[in-house]
């Protein structure tokens, strides 16, 4: 553009170069996308409603009508996500300076990648989705991997086709990775679970020379509403705010959030172990606390989300793990257990519970494993979710793999399909890559915990007087406010000084269960 | 075009005088129209969903976001339902052999109403109507219309623009009335108001001579379990499937739908006056009921909504008083309401009850009128409303009407402002139109009873011993099926020869509070 025709346009040159004119058109550019972006985020949290409802209150007869409804909300969704407006809203706020650099980036990181996937693909990826859930639950039902491999084959390919339209350099499975974890590809996973297991394996070992801890204390038959009552104070000492949030029951307890005004959990209580609900609700309040303490202000904007999927799990498995498995948390919790379930907890102390609530056991479930065991039963699904998308895998011999590895690594051998590959919904609708972020978070609980120690002094002392006002608010400054600004590792370089890094969580394995089990 | 450029498009002429792409371009249209409205239908369900959580589970720390994403969804809902193609495909759909001419005649009631109002009149009268209600809650508290008044003229300026857009021949009201009452016109209603009043106003004069009946029964301090038992038991009987249903608490009873196979209620529960919560739970699960019973098949559709707002009201009506309140209703009931709530009905036998939901007492709150009195607390506001909004009654002296009006219709007369015209919510935010739907819901309510009798037969003798599925098949097949197909005028008369009649309703009144009362 000419200076005569910048002229014509009646403006001055201003500062950057742009005209009075065109700076108010890149500042409205700036306004633009912010709007754009608030849009898509009240149709997604929308759908969030919609979700919730559907696992906590809908009625059988409404499955059908909310299905739709959903699929309407996310296809609404993903087109204003992806369309032109917002491509050109998101190119054209780059030269302003109004615009917030980390914003755009955030928006970028989300933005780009959707906008790469044909919406037909999308669409595919759901059907496909829709069906191996429902091939994985028949098969289950006849605890037989072969009814599910024609669907978990349509779906690989499908996830095989989506992660070549999002992308990759080193191998397919970043573009998997990176949509739960920014900046992070799979030689870096490998690396972490090559310096986990190096550890992991031989403390396993160790430990099963030793004498069992006992469960006990937790196999009783004990009311409900105590068992409710007891988790339900812990969280609230915790700093889950029930003014923001709520807790229902469901079969599986999730957490969900529609905005930091409204984070809800949701938990389940089994009658004859007490450790069942209860550390549910404890995890599931550790994300839901993330979500109450993200950035309010920027809650409709792409800084407004959390970090990554395995940041949020490191805040749930540091309330559930680092402060609910530990023994100051017992000396606090055990008189106000006694209160909520008179006379069912007199012939046990603190300890009794804290060696109950770490009791390490090799087992077949992953959902059932222990802190040690369980990043094995991760590092497993890792590896044959890079062989199958590369495709050295084959489907077909996927069960074999899966307890060969089994016995590789926990020494466990699954007695049927149902208990070893058909155990976790994941594949079946295509969420491959979602599992490292279980270990990254248990890797990142640590590091916060090791520098929340360093900079609030006695973090054990202060559990033990029930006081978790300075920990919560270390993680809400340090983490909980960042939002979706930092990756994962310079979130981790951001609070720690260091990128994700395994030695504070290692240290931790050794020092607790060297401890426990007198190694 | 010429027959040379028909046949250059490739096409055979086929019937209709359409070439072959033509037709298939036009049967596209009537694809396109349908998948268009289905997305906005999906919309508006899911606005709904977040609308029931909202008063039935969101905590107070939700409600900004809350309402920010209704009003997404809103916007969203509006700008599809009049979008160019939306009108584009109704218009094509219009010269297709395979469109349904009953769909597009209820799809252009809709669409033509909402398509000649400007999007930010839409966005005025939102943001109106929520400084209104707060206005409104505001004088509430403070006992005083005049905390209210600037707020009310606002809003009512703005319904006066919005009746304009939308357009109107005989008066200004009918704009606002078509939106609730298809094909029926102020004219209409006065006309009907003047037969209701002629009857009930001297009806009401005998009464008030008679000696009183007792609520005694009623008026118990009563176990919550055991009342909301009863409820459920009752309309369970009625026939209202709790699979495709629940029942929660809220402040105001209400009922909501998602499509046919998720329409819940509410209730509430008063400790010392088991009518409140039951009637309610009566009252909302006749809206429930027509909602379950709306053609599942057409759901998203044109055609899969209720008739008019007074028709839904009908149903509501009909299972709370032609049914609830009648005495075949208790002599069926009253066994099983000593089960729910063991030895506190052991003194009164079923005349009792009946005597006691049947109590006729001019107040001056009409939420809590009987069924004599409750049309003409709807007259008078039926009345000020086309005053207001005719100009002829200045804001200012509002107050003043409405208790002269209290004074000469129901000889009442409120003690402040808050008895009197502050009592109703739907001023507040523009919902001037909406209360000749209640009327109209008695009227019919008595027009369906009268028919359902006439070919049922013996109806008391049915609902003596708990029966209820004739008269709910007799409304499911000739009501509730016909979806929003026919206008209220011509449903009835589809069902009982005659358009809508006072007639019935007046004959229903005089018998059973005759009888009551002994006149």
């Given at each position: 553009m000419s200076r005569t025709r910048r002229r014509a346009l009646g403006g001055r040159v201003c500062g950057k170069g742009h005209t009075d004119k065109e700076a108010a058109f890149l500042a409205a550019a700036w306004e633009r996308v912010q709007a754009l972006w608030a849009e898509c985020s009240d149709i997604q949290r929308a759908a969030a409603v919609l979700e919730w409802d559907q696992l906590v209150?809908?009625?059988?007869?409404?499955a059908e009508a909310r299905g739709t409804q959903l699929a309407t909300l996310r296809r609404l969704a993903h087109a204003r996500l992806t369309s032109g407006a917002m491509a050109e809203a998101l190119a054209d706020a780059a030269?302003?300076?109004?615009?917030?650099p980390a914003w755009l980036r955030a928006a970028h990181r989300l933005h780009d990648r959707e906008a790469t996937v044909p919406a037909e693909l999308v669409e595919e990826r759901s059907r496909a989705g829709t069906a191996g859930y429902m091939a994985w639950a028949e098969a289950r039902a006849q605890r037989s991997f072969a009814v599910f491999a024609p669907a978990l084959q349509r779906v690989l390919d499908l996830t095989r086709r989506y992660a070549d339209a999002v992308g990759w350099t080193g191998q397919r499975y970043d573009a998997l990775l990176s949509g739960h974890e920014?900046?992070?590809d799979a030689a870096r996973v490998r690396a972490i679970f090559a310096e986990l297991t190096a550890t992991i394996v031989p403390l396993v070992a160790a430990i099963a020379e030793r004498p069992p801890l006992s469960r006990?204390?937790?196999?009783q038959a004990l009311p409900r509403d105590g068992q409710l009552a007891a988790g339900i104070d812990a969280i609230a000492a915790f700093g889950y705010d029930f003014a923001r949030g709520r807790q229902d029951f469901s079969i599986h307890p999730f957490s969900t959030s529609f905005g930091p005004g409204d984070c809800r959990i949701t938990t389940r209580v089994q009658d004859d172990d007490f450790a069942v609900g209860f550390f549910a609700t404890l995890h599931e309040a550790g994300h839901a606390l993330y979500e109450q303490g993200l950035p309010a202000a920027a809650?409709?904007?792409?800084?407004?989300?959390?970090?990554s999927t395995g940041v949020h799990e490191s805040q749930s498995r540091l309330w559930e793990?680092?402060?609910?498995?530990s023994l100051a948390f017992w000396e606090w919790f055990m008189p106000r257990l006694r209160g909520h379930?008179?006379?069912?907890?007199?012939?046990?102390g603190a300890a009794d519970l804290y060696r109950a609530a770490n009791v390490v056991r090799p087992s077949a479930i992953r959902v059932e494993a222990d802190e040690v065991t369980y990043n094995l039963h991760v590092a497993l699904r890792f590896d044959l979710e890079q062989r199958l998308l590369s495709g050295d895998l084959p489907v077909a011999d996927l069960p074999a793999a899966w307890n060969a590895g089994m016995e590789h690594l926990l020494g466990v051998r699954p007695v049927d399909d149902l208990e070893?590959?058909?155990?976790?919904?994941?594949?079946?609708?295509?969420?491959?890559?979602?599992?490292p972020s279980y270990t990254l978070g248990n890797v990142l609980s640590a590091q916060w915990m090791e520098q929340a120690a360093a900079e609030l002094g006695d973090l054990p002392g202060m559990i033990r007087r029930g006081g978790f006002g300075p920990l919560l608010g270390f993680l809400h400054t340090?983490?909980?406010?960042?939002?979706?600004?930092?990756?994962p590792d310079e979130l981790a370089a951001e609070v720690t000084?260091?990128?994700?890094?395994t030695a504070p969580y290692l240290r931790y394995l050794r020092e607790k269960y060297g401890a426990l089990y007198g190694l």
């Open positions: 209150n809908m009625p059988a007869g409404g030269s302003d300076a109004a615009a917030d920014p900046g992070i006990q204390p937790f196999l809650s409709r904007g792409a800084l407004g989300e959390a970090c793990n680092a402060v609910g498995r379930l008179p006379g069912r907890f007199d012939a046990y070893g590959v058909l155990q976790d919904v994941h594949w079946s609708d295509g969420g491959l890559g979602y599992f340090r983490i909980h406010q960042r939002g979706a600004g930092p990756t000084g260091r990128p994700i890094d």
